[in-house]
């Protein structure tokens, strides 16, 4: 049997129809997503998870409409606005991941003040994927290097798995042993290609506004009954 998954990230999928389900408005189905954030960031010490990822906004969801776009922005900046200053006395240590030129800088610099007032926090560390595309990540990482081989810095054969790793902008994360999409979709869409080469994958039919601890709960015990063999032999 495995040991508990340290690293949990979770592709939190179906607000929009949870929502449309209940003949309600696409960000009504938001808004109920992000009580569940809340619901997990709480259940998550009490369940042994040290480092939590949430997909909260995908270089691809630029392109939804208008209304939407800007309806999901106020949604984060209200978050990180009320909920901060709990986090921080839960002492919960917050990143947030991805491509911040795309962000006004109003949440450019309530994410910095959040991110240096948690920053010595030794509790769950928060990682929110904000206008993440794991693509993008890759080329950024795949440019400094050869950036860094250009100007002497570094050879060519410096390069490893484990440079790579701390060339991304997750580093100083461990990869996530547990990988959560939510709303019965199979797919990874743009998410962590890299860090979750031996991750496991659950699928789950729940739609992410019903998300709560027993859900994650459930999910922990699956992880536990799986056989983490990473590609070698018992
Ligand atoms: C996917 O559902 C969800 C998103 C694109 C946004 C996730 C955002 C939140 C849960 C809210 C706030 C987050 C934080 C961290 C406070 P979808 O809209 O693609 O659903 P659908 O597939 O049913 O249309």
Request: glycine share 6%; proline share 3%.
């Amino acid at each position: 049997m495995a040991e508990n998954p340290k690293h949990i990230a979770i592709i939190m999928d179906g607000n929009g129809r949870w929502a449309q389900a209940r003949g309600q408005m696409r960000m009504f189905g938001h808004q109920e997503g992000a009580k569940a954030v809340r619901r997990v960031v709480e259940a998550c010490p009490e369940l042994g998870v040290k480092y939590l990822t949430l997909y909260a906004f995908s270089s691809e969801n630029w392109s939804r409409p208008e209304e939407e776009v800007t309806g999901l922005m106020s949604l984060l900046e209200a978050y990180l606005k009320n909920e901060t200053a709990q986090l921080h006395k839960n002492k919960v240590r917050l990143k947030v991941i991805g491509d911040r030129t795309w962000l006004a800088d109003k949440l450019q610099k309530l994410i910095t003040a959040s991110e240096e007032l948690t920053a010595n926090n030794d509790g769950l560390t928060l990682c929110i994927l904000l206008s993440y595309g794991s693509r993008d990540e890759i080329l950024s990482a795949t440019r400094k290097l050869a950036e860094d081989v250009a100007s002497g810095k570094i050879k060519s054969s410096d390069i490893d798995m484990n440079m790579f790793s701390n060339s991304l902008w997750t580093a100083g994360i461990p990869d996530p042993d547990l990988v959560i999409r939510t709303s019965g979709e199979k797919r990874l869409s743009n998410f962590l290609l890299w860090q979750v080469a031996y991750a496991e994958f659950l699928f789950m039919d729940v739609m992410w506004p019903d998300f709560d601890k027993n859900y994650l709960a459930q999910a922990i015990e699956e992880f536990k009954n799986r056989d983490r063999r990473y590609g070698k032999i018992k």
